[in-house]
């Protein structure tokens, strides 16, 4: 399995600022992925983070809200532009690799978010 | 689009007693998670299941998958307060480590 890690772990961040919120794996992984959690739901899936291109938007997400990196296959970054109360969410990175036939995701710890 | 469908949105269930917690897809299935969550806190793996009427135990939980694919079910034998938490069940259409869609979760409360 791969051992993950996010930070920050939580932060309380004014509306209007940005906010980047870094995942690191212990492994070189392929697929890395941006997940959102609002209050009280389930997770929504926001991008896929594709090492040496641009990222994956689903749907209701855009390039200018959520900016992403992946520099290596180690690591990624999201960063929360121009926030606002409603981006108040924890924010969550997985990586998935191939394991045999079929797909294992891991989960980071998560990133709480909270917007005034 | 893929859509998960998750049966009960919560459940109170006294300690000691057995519970079972449903997902079905609008789609056949490629792979079905399910993925355990403490309040506020990141995901945990439970089981991965990927062929048709395939079963996977592991201490007190089960899970199964039925021959369409469509449908899986999430069982707790004899609860324990370690139970509570929110349970997520997931899927993914296609091979190679794709993303995961999830489905709205069940909490589950375990009542002494």
């Known amino acids: 399995s791969a051992v993950i890690s996010q930070k920050p772990s939580r932060d309380i961040c004014q509306r209007g600022t940005s906010l980047t919120i870094q995942c690191q794996v212990d492994?070189?992984?392929?697929?890395m992925f941006w997940y959102r959690q609002q209050p009280g739901q389930s997770l929504t899936l926001i991008a896929t983070?594709?090492?040496?291109?641009?990222?994956?938007?689903e749907s209701g997400f855009v390039i200018d809200k959520f900016p992403i990196s992946r520099p290596n296959l180690t690591f990624s970054t999201l960063t929360v532009s121009n926030m606002s109360p409603e981006d108040s969410s924890i924010y969550l990175c997985?990586?998935?690799?191939?394991?045999?036939?079929?797909?294992?995701?891991?989960f980071g710890p998560g990133t709480r978010l909270t917007v005034l | 689009s893929q859509e998960l469908e998750q049966s009960p949105q919560s459940l109170i269930v006294q300690e000691g007693k057995n519970l079972t917690i449903n997902c079905t897809s609008s789609?056949?299935?490629?792979?079905l998670y399910w993925y355990k969550q403490k309040y506020g806190e990141g995901l945990i793996f439970l089981m991965m299941?990927?062929?048709?009427?395939e079963e996977k135990s592991h201490e007190k939980i089960t899970a199964k998958l039925d021959e369409k694919k469509q449908q899986s079910s999430l069982h707790i034998t004899a609860s324990q307060p370690s139970h509570a938490g929110i349970y997520l069940c997931?899927?993914?259409?296609?091979?190679?480590?794709?993303?995961?869609?999830f489905g709205s979760g069940t909490r589950l409360s375990i009542r002494p």
């Open positions: 997985s990586v998935g690799a191939l394991a045999g036939t079929y797909n294992e995701q891991f």
């Open positions: 492994s070189q992984v392929t697929m």
């Open positions: 983070a594709n090492q040496g291109s641009e990222a994956t938007y």
């Open positions: 789609k056949t299935l490629y792979g």
């Open positions: 299941l990927q062929k048709g009427g």
């Open positions: 997931g899927a993914d259409e296609y091979s190679s480590a794709s993303k995961i869609i």
